[in-house]
């Protein structure tokens, strides 16, 4: 299955991923290789078989609704890149 | 270097904490292989003062003084913790792994933070922000991965015991490769809160160790329920560490082993594999082959479930709240993007691609659906073999330690590194890698012991008689 330049800037869009010029090239050489290679997998016939999303069995597990121990503001904020006392900062979304 | 066993006996006997933990933060000093990353003196010796108070006091600790080394993705509060990714540099968790936690808890004590594959995105170790990690036993051989720096750790005698992270053989692989043990529990049997997730329907924390027992103990210690994790087990986990001494195997056990498996293992690793079923018959097991149809689907399968996962796991890291952010975006959608091309190395673009392709609209049912109809299939070819065998004995990878650069251009030949390990990744079993002698070339070779979902005590108590015949 050939997967295209243009595939890979999909993508690239679809992931929030700036890729330039050469990596693109790169990338789709060689996700075409390993695209290749999973393409095996539809010559397995899964009639009736059910997809696994979870080996443990586990659906729906929840916990009593009340507030347990969190982050403070100054903890929840001490790793991000730009920020002031009480906030992250972005760049201006919105034009006004 | 003793075992965590003995340190933890001798520091429970009287022995200060303080010198087992300074002759560790010693050798990690000297550590010539790129396995440890960060060396956490200052509280490291402040810890081992409060496990000498902690004894002092009558308290008993299964790991009193015994010093751990941690992977890089697994938080530890305060301490800097990074996956080996340029993207986390500099982030300082505000809270620390459960697993950690309770290991701390028990009186284990954490040195060094080791290296490993940028996510654990690798076989190899050298996926690494921080360089490669050289093989202990021969320093142009990779240790394997992703957990190299932990397995290289204990194979150079810096620590007794380390931690990793297994999605698709990231214990095992890197264990059998270095010479030493090493264990994935069963998925949900420990808890992955302050794990970074990489595939999260197949990650588990597990140990790294010399022995069978010390795998055993540090993994009786971590497992439980923890309601940070809602995907942990609830089931007593009692019996492990007693199980890892126990040097028999139960009457009447049926060891199953895959006759086809043999073809694609380099000579070395067949040998000693076969020595390994002679060592079990004559510890009284019967010898059982058995078939595993769809399993050599299984690398196709985990390449498209893994990836998909991990894309959208490594979708928060978006240079917002944490991470590496790009000077002066234009507008908000270039600062995602940006700030996640120049943080994220090449294997980790590599498998956000693939796995954004694999869950797209129009060939999420072709690839992704498809990967896990087929995983149902191999699951269920395991139920099979389990419901005529007890436990399960195979290579744990295919050939030895190869050299540094050897397969770094080529994903699918590294891929196929973990061709013996994902199996019991996608069906969330227990696998042990026990070291079992050298391969024609000099290098390790670790025989895999399988067992069924929460059957750890069994797997530890037959890998121990193959840890017995090693020799």
Redesign the interface.
């Known amino acids: 299955m050939a997967?295209t330049e243009q595939?890979?800037r999909h993508?690239?869009k679809?992931?929030?991923?700036?890729?330039g010029d050469a990596?693109i090239n790169r990338?789709s050489k060689?996700?075409e290789?390993?695209?290749g290679?999973?393409q095996?997998?539809?010559e397995?016939d899964?009639t009736g078989?059910?997809?696994?999303?979870?080996?443990?069995g586990?659906e729906n597990?929840t916990?009593p609704d009340v507030p347990a121990g969190m982050?403070t503001q100054r903890?929840?904020l001490?790793?991000?890149?730009?920020r002031n006392e009480v906030a992250?900062l972005?760049?201006k979304?919105v034009e006004r | 270097m003793s075992t965590a066993i003995a340190i933890a006996a001798a520091v429970q006997a009287g022995q200060s904490a303080r010198i087992e933990v300074d002759h560790a933060l010693e050798r990690a000093q000297r550590d010539t292989t790129n396995a440890v990353i960060r060396i956490h003196a200052e509280r490291a010796r402040a810890a081992a003062s409060r496990v000498d108070q902690r004894i002092a006091a009558g308290e008993r600790l299964p790991l009193a003084g015994v010093p751990i080394a941690v992977k890089d993705n697994l938080c530890v509060e305060g301490l800097e913790t990074t996956a080996c990714s340029k993207i986390l540099a500099?982030?300082?968790p505000?809270?620390t792994a459960t697993a950690v936690a309770r290991l701390e808890q028990a009186g284990a004590v954490v040195v060094a933070t080791t290296n490993m594959d940028e996510f654990a995105f690798g076989s190899s170790n050298e996926t690494s922000a921080y360089g490669p990690v050289r093989n202990p036993r021969d320093p142009t051989r990779i240790p394997g991965g992703s957990s190299g720096g932990s397995a290289a750790a204990v194979a150079a005698g810096i620590v007794p015991l380390a931690l990793g992270s297994d999605t698709g053989g990231s214990i095992r692989q890197p264990a059998s490769l270095c010479g030493v043990v090493g264990m994935k529990p069963t998925?949900?049997c420990v808890s992955r809160y302050g794990l970074i997730a990489f595939g999260s329907?197949l990650d588990q924390i597990g140990p790294l160790a010399t022995t069978v027992a010390d795998a055993g103990l540090c993994l009786e210690v971590m497992a439980g329920h923890d309601?940070f994790d809602?995907?942990s087990?609830q089931r007593p986990t009692a019996g492990l560490a007693a199980a890892g001494l126990n040097r028999t195997i139960p009457s009447g056990l049926r060891v199953g082993y895959v006759p086809a498996h043999a073809t694609g293992l380099a000579s070395g690793v067949a040998a000693r594999l076969e020595a390994a079923k002679r060592q079990l018959a004559q510890a009284g097991a019967t010898l059982v082959p058995i078939e595993m149809p769809?399993e050599t689907?299984a690398?196709?399968?985990y390449?498209?479930i893994a990836t998909g996962e991990a894309?959208s796991n490594l979708?928060r890291f978006?240079?917002?709240?944490?991470?590496?952010?790009t000077a002066q975006?234009a507008?908000?959608?270039?600062?995602?993007?940006?700030s996640?091309?120049e943080g994220?190395g090449w294997e980790a673009?590599?498998r956000?691609?693939?796995g954004?392709?694999?869950l797209?609209a129009g060939y999420y049912d072709?690839?992704y659906?498809?990967?896990?109809?087929?995983?149902?299939?191999v699951?269920q070819a395991f139920e099979r073999a389990y419901a005529s065998v007890d436990v399960l004995l195979g290579a744990t990878a295919p050939t030895t330690a190869f050299a540094l650069g050897d397969k770094v251009d080529d994903?699918?030949a590294m891929?196929m590194n973990d061709v013996c390990t994902i199996p019991s990744n996608?069906?969330?079993h227990p696998a042990v890698s026990v070291p079992f002698g050298v391969g024609a070339d000099g290098l390790p070779v670790g025989v895999q012991v399988l067992a069924p979902?929460l059957q750890e005590a069994l797997l530890f108590r037959v890998a121990q008689v193959v840890e017995d015949g090693a020799l």
């Open positions: 997967i595939d890979i993508l690239c679809l992931s929030s991923l700036s890729l990596e990338m060689e996700l290789a390993i695209v290679y999973v095996q997998l539809q397995v899964t078989v059910e997809p696994i999303a979870n080996v443990a586990l597990v916990r982050l903890q929840a001490a790793n991000a890149p730009q992250i972005v760049p979304v | 500099g982030f300082i505000p809270y998925y949900g329907s309601g809602s995907t087990a769809h689907y690398v196709a399968v390449y498209v894309a979708s978006d240079g917002i709240r944490y991470g590496h952010r975006p507008t908000l959608q270039a600062l995602y993007g940006q996640r091309a994220f673009k590599r956000i691609m693939l954004t392709y694999a797209s072709a690839y659906a498809q990967a896990q109809r087929v995983r149902t299939m699951v994903p699918m891929y996608l069906s969330g979902a």
